[in-house]
């Protein structure tokens, strides 16, 4: 059972490029979210999907995009990068809302 | 708005020793808290889940405790080990449909052999 999966793990991304995280998960969870941890802080919520073709802004969404589709799938598009979204990016997903959230292992992002 | 807040930092221990990681946060109409282990360059595990109607939760060597009254929580850990060593996160969902997890800055835990 692979839980989440996020690829790829790493990235260097050149200022103004685009890139699309991916992330699945195969436990057939409704909810999944998209975090980003910044050095020395906790996690801030980017986006997160209630079910497939439902998503909604977090705390801090400028500079992302979501899609869902599938209950599987729940990619996270960044456009014109900043070094700003310098961050490890994480994905959750949970069967619903208060349930135990399972985490992939991060996307570490760099924008130079 | 939900702040939480992780105190101290870090903690380095001796092997061995029981110790005690703290969590606090501002609004107490939490549903539950959630406390998770990040290991140097991974993602997330998830340690323990307490229900806001509960006192606390156990899991072998680990327990947690949870006082929605003064927004606090509590995360015990016995007999500690060098693979204890890692940095602990709490994290609460809010009780008002909140579809979202607040997270702490963490405690980052080294036990030393």
């Known amino acids: 059972n692979a839980g989440v999966t996020q ?3 790493f990235r260097i991304l050149k200022i103004g490029q685009s890139m699309t995280l991916q992330c699945a998960q195969d436990m057939n969870h409704n909810y999944m ?3 980003r941890q910044d050095p020395g802080m906790g996690l801030k919520l980017i986006y997160y999907s209630v079910g497939a073709g439902i998503t909604d802004k977090g705390e801090v969404p400028n500079g992302y995009n979501v899609s869902r589709s599938t209950t599987e799938d729940f990619p996270l598009r960044l456009e014109l990068a900043a070094p700003s979204q310098t961050s490890v ?3 959750a997903s949970s069967t619903g809302w208060g349930t135990e959230a399972f985490f992939g292992q991060g996307t570490r992002l760099t924008v130079v | 708005k939900q ?3 992780q105190i101290p930092a870090a903690l380095s221990v001796p092997e061995g020793e029981n110790l005690v990681l703290n969590c606090s946060f501002t609004d107490s109409a939490i549903y539950n ?3 998770f282990r990040q290991d140097p360059g991974k993602g997330l595990t998830s340690l323990l889940l307490i229900q806001s109607s509960q006192r606390e939760q156990t899991s072998g060597r680990l327990n947690a405790s949870l006082d929605k ?3 606090r929580s509590t995360l015990y ?3 500690s080990q060098p693979g ?3 940095t602990y996160l709490c994290a609460v969902n809010g009780a008002q449909g909140a579809q979202k997890l607040v997270f702490g800055q963490g405690t980052r835990l080294t036990i030393n052999p």
């Open chain 1, 7 to 9: 690829t790829p793990k």
């Open chain 1, 33 to 35: 979210y998209w975090y």
């Open chain 1, 89 to 91: 990016y994480f994905c």
């Open chain 2, 3 to 5: 702040e939480v807040t």
């Open chain 2, 33 to 35: 808290l959630q406390w």
């Open chain 2, 69 to 71: 009254s003064s927004g």
């Open chain 2, 77 to 79: 850990i016995a007999a």
């Open chain 2, 84 to 86: 204890d060593s890692a």
